[in-house]
């Protein structure tokens, strides 16, 4: 057996129950495994019984032949697991052949299965209450992994490395287990940056007199991007595009030149967001701040419905609308008055799919009507456009499609901590609910508690988790009505409550002054968030006048999909989000999507469509798009037809109107349709 064997680099020994496991390698790598007994003689211990393993039997061999490898080997290791009485017997019967031994701090598993694998303190990872061998201890987390459903590369690579640093194998599986463990979740820190601005003190504004007064009594300086935008032209009427971090600043641009603009007489403030509940927030601000001043009023989607018009005063001096509300009125012709200032904000809602398209057409009707306004006599010259947004890939070319000004400003007020942990959808609720108290039970050193938002997909999630949280807390989505969601902004704003539980409905900027967001999950409706999403919405964490640091938490269930058309898993998204670049803000056209906006600006503007078209951000193929709407019978020339109109007044899309026309056809009651379209979308 000897001279099968060749050269024998090392001889290990490793006691187990009585006897010992025997190890030959060459060149690091395993060449047999035996079994060695010891028997007691006159002349001390020697080798008993030698049995070779091959697999799961065992072949007898003579004992001579051990002390022969024993006497060829380079050296011998003596496995530090082996206990001291059968450490003290192989040394002796070393001894009496003249052999020398050397104890060795080893892996437990590796020497239990006859692998000789020698541990070091830098090495050694903790397992239970013994240490192990990194080769090891990475095949112990596979099985944790495949047990808690196996995680992509990215995220066993992060548990691979936070493996190797903290050298604690039971610290890692926590972590599957739902553990909080501070040091191993985080994953960065995003650091406050401060940019060198020279502040603009309010006293030296152009601005109204009644304004002017109003803005001196509140502070004394503007903030660095507010500075930077008065210094480019913000009050010459400049067009500009505002690049910001959330709680920098940006509204007050907007503010400040568009009610400055409607009280020198210089036409009304549009003032627009995305989202009703983000309308109504602006509006009561707006009412709060400049009412004594100017007339302010609301038109959000909802009056493409009722249009009944008891909220909206179409003379007001400040109009506070959602993209909808102020497209609707457009499509459908109504007189919006003498429009000095247009404030877009979360201008990058423009890269979305349903809702970007719709706003890329609405900037172009909008200024088609304002254009159209001058041109007919209107009073001012030409409308001031103000676009703002804390997130934008390519703020560069956007600014120059826009025509506007980049004010581009990377400030963030306070830094914030990024952590990384896994668990199902169970363990999510109880992490949830332990950070919700860990939060709401301390405070800054500015006297605040920590409030935390809980981002889920779902409205029913968020009842969910609300229910299950042991502190204070509410649901908030767009299924509330008006006065259920002001209730819970009311609370939050008074800290009578700890957390919110949302799904988009605060990610477009509803001012909730958290020092926390935790992701429940990564998607929201059956879309996983894009890097730009997830980025507005972490930034909601950590406010400059209420706290120290912002804290998001991603909770991350492995191998998890939310639907059968997403491509990727929960745990891919987490580093994709988190080491991703933002996307670019552009507006892709599909057919369903140019009919659409087409006929909505046939609609406004007749033969002059195309020319609406041309300027639009995206390319739009309106050949293609006009063949398509002749085609369905939604114009006549270029006249939208009654079915047309009915289309483009009501935002259906060329699907959801056949859908419409063909239940009605079929003799389906109406409440049924809206019913079944209520489900589809839901779905």
Request: glycine share 8%; net charge negative; with cysteine.
């Amino acid at each position: 057996m000897s001279r099968q064997v060749g050269r024998v680099e090392t001889l290990f020994l490793h006691g187990r129950d009585g006897d010992f496991l025997v190890a030959v390698t060459r060149d690091g790598e395993r060449v047999f495994r035996a079994v060695l007994e010891l028997k007691e003689t006159d002349a001390g211990p020697r080798p008993g019984r030698f049995r070779l393993k091959r697999g799961s039997t065992e072949e007898p061999r003579d004992p001579s032949q051990f002390v022969e490898l024993a006497r060829r080997a380079e050296r011998i290791r003596i496995s530090q697991q082996t206990s001291p009485a059968d450490r003290e017997r192989l040394e002796a019967m070393l001894d009496g052949y003249q052999l020398d031994a050397l104890t060795v701090r080893t892996c437990r598993y590796c020497a239990s299965d006859g692998r000789y694998s020698p541990i070091t303190e830098d090495t050694a990872i903790k397992a239970d209450r013994d240490y192990i061998c990194p080769d090891c201890a990475k095949q112990e987390l596979d099985g944790e992994l495949a047990y808690a459903g196996g995680l992509t590369g990215a995220a066993q690579d992060r548990l691979e490395d936070l493996l190797l640093e903290v050298q604690d194998l039971d610290r890692i599986t926590d972590l599957l287990q739902g553990e909080l463990d501070p040091d191993l979740t985080k994953f960065d820190e995003i650091g406050a940056t401060v940019e060198d601005v020279d502040p603009v003190a309010t006293a030296d504004l152009d601005l109204h007199p009644k304004l002017k007064s109003q803005v001196t009594d509140r502070f004394e300086t503007l903030l660095p991007v507010q500075s930077l935008s008065v210094r480019n032209g913000l009050l010459d009427g400049d067009d500009q595009l505002v690049v910001s971090a959330t709680a920098t600043g940006k509204t007050l641009v907007g503010e400040l030149a568009g009610v400055d603009r409607a009280l020198k007489g210089k036409g009304k403030l549009l003032f627009l967001v995305p989202l009703v509940a983000l309308a109504n927030q602006k509006e009561e601000n707006f009412e709060e701040r400049y009412g004594d001043l100017v007339d302010v009023t609301i038109r959000v989607g909802g009056s493409r419905v009722t249009d009944d018009g008891t909220r909206f005063d179409p003379s007001a001096d400040v109009v506070v609308g959602t993209y909808e509300g102020i497209d609707h009125a457009l499509r459908t012709g109504k007189d919006l008055g003498d429009v000095g200032t247009v404030v877009i904000d979360e201008v990058h809602t423009l890269k979305e799919g349903e809702r970007g398209h719709r706003l890329d057409g609405m900037i172009s009707r909008l200024k088609h009507y304002c254009e159209d306004r001058a041109s007919t006599g209107g009073d001012y010259a030409s409308a001031q456009w103000i676009y703002l947004s804390a997130t934008v890939g390519n703020p560069e070319w956007l600014a120059e499609r826009l025509r506007a000004r980049l004010i581009e400003f990377e400030e963030r007020p306070v830094p914030i901590e990024r952590h990384l942990t896994f668990a199902d959808a169970q363990e999510k609720v109880r992490i949830e609910n332990r950070l919700v108290r860990r939060a709401f039970d301390s405070k800054s050193s500015k006297g605040y508690r920590g409030q935390t938002i809980i981002f889920t997909n779902s409205r029913r999630r968020c009842h969910e988790i609300s229910r299950k949280l042991e502190y204070d807390s509410a649901p908030y989505h767009a299924g509330l009505d008006y006065g259920q969601r002001k209730r819970v902004e009311r609370q939050f704003g008074n800290q009578d409550l700890a957390a919110v539980v949302t799904t988009a409905a605060l990610a477009a900027g509803v001012d909730f002054p958290a020092s926390q967001v935790v992701f429940d999950t990564l998607a929201m409706g059956i879309e996983w968030l894009s890097v730009q999403e997830f980025e507005q919405m972490l930034g909601r964490a950590g406010r400059p006048d209420y706290h120290d640091q912002g804290v998001v938490y991603l909770l991350v269930e492995p191998d998890c999909a939310y639907h059968n058309s997403m491509e990727m898993t929960e745990d891919e998204v987490a580093f994709k989000l988190l080491k991703g670049e933002m996307e670019d803000v552009r507006t892709v056209y599909d057919l369903s999507a140019a009919a659409e906006e087409t006929l909505a600006n046939i609609a406004v503007a007749g033969k002059g469509a195309k020319r609406l078209n041309d300027r639009m951000l995206g390319d739009v193929p309106t050949t293609q798009a006009v063949g398509k709407l002749l085609e369905w019978d939604f114009i006549d020339g270029l006249t939208p037809t009654p079915l047309g109109r009915a289309v483009t007044r009501h935002f259906l899309a060329p699907d959801d109107a056949f859908a419409i026309l063909d239940r009605i056809r079929k003799g389906m009651d109406p409440h049924e349709i809206v019913a079944e379209l209520e489900l589809r979308d839901e779905d």
